[in-house]
């Protein structure tokens, strides 16, 4: 379940369709198994090809937040990464105890967009965003739910049912209203989407650096990193 740019070409489809069905009053995000709900971006995969971003232009999160019905995302195993933005991104998140929630960015070589970065913090305040982004450890589902990251925990036989259980309260509320509450509370971090993220501003090759690289092939072969290879700090 990473992320590639296949993957995210398919996810804008998905949730393309899904704001168009009128018939479909809430979209539920879930893993294809039981061990990961999106384990991130595939750090295997060719930074350089053109492939690596996929085709479409959208972003499936901008179209999560702009989607005119609840977002669920069912989480069941790991959400690592870009699948942590993703499940952090949806309106609601469910998670089993069987879950790990966590970011690798700075470890892997992988650095964020500012919104999605910035974001969390909107979610789970700042001291515990900067902890999850800045130090990148792992976190149970239980500990997820304590922290305010999923809106419930369940054990892993129980999770169907418990989407299940938010599904029917949904239903039985007013589509318009909840859409209107939804723009509401997205128009008030709106103005972190128009800025444009540190790393377009200060590291756009980053991926195409030394570092990167190293970071990226350690974690793939499991491996200590080289320090030798990081870049120095920024200038502002």
């Not at 499936?60 to 702009?66: A, C, V």
């Not at 036989?157 to 239903?171: H, S």
């Not at 540190?198 to 090759?205: F, I, M, Q, S, V």
């Amino acid at each position: 379940n990473a992320i590639r740019g296949k993957t995210t070409d398919e996810m804008v489809v998905a949730l393309q369709d899904a704001a168009e069905d009128e018939s479909m009053r809430v979209v539920v995000i879930a893993g294809s198994g039981p061990n990961a709900f999106c384990s991130g971006r595939d750090q295997a995969e060719d930074r350089s090809s053109p492939e690596y971003s996929g085709e479409s232009e959208a972003d499936f999160t901008d179209l999560i937040r702009q989607m005119p019905k609840p977002v669920i995302a069912m989480v069941d195993g790991f959400a690592i990464g870009s699948g942590n933005i993703l499940a952090y991104t949806c309106d609601f998140t469910v998670a089993s105890t069987r879950s790990t929630f966590g970011q690798t960015g700075p470890r892997v070589g992988s650095p964020a967009a500012g919104f999605g970065v910035g974001y969390l913090a909107t979610v789970i305040g700042q001291k515990k965003a900067r902890e999850m982004w800045m130090l990148t450890q792992r976190y149970t589902g239980q500990q997820a739910a304590d922290m305010g990251l999923a809106n419930s925990v369940v054990p892993h036989d129980q999770l169907e049912a418990e989407v299940l259980r938010y599904c029917n309260i949904i239903k039985n509320n007013s589509p318009v209203i909840l859409q209107l509450e939804k723009i509401t509370f997205n128009e008030n971090t709106e103005y972190m989407e128009k800025i444009p993220s540190p790393t377009t501003r200060y590291a756009p090759n980053y991926i195409e650096t030394d570092e990167a690289e190293e970071r990226r092939l350690a974690f793939i072969e499991r491996r200590p990193i080289n320090p030798d290879k990081n870049l120095p700090t920024i200038k502002r």
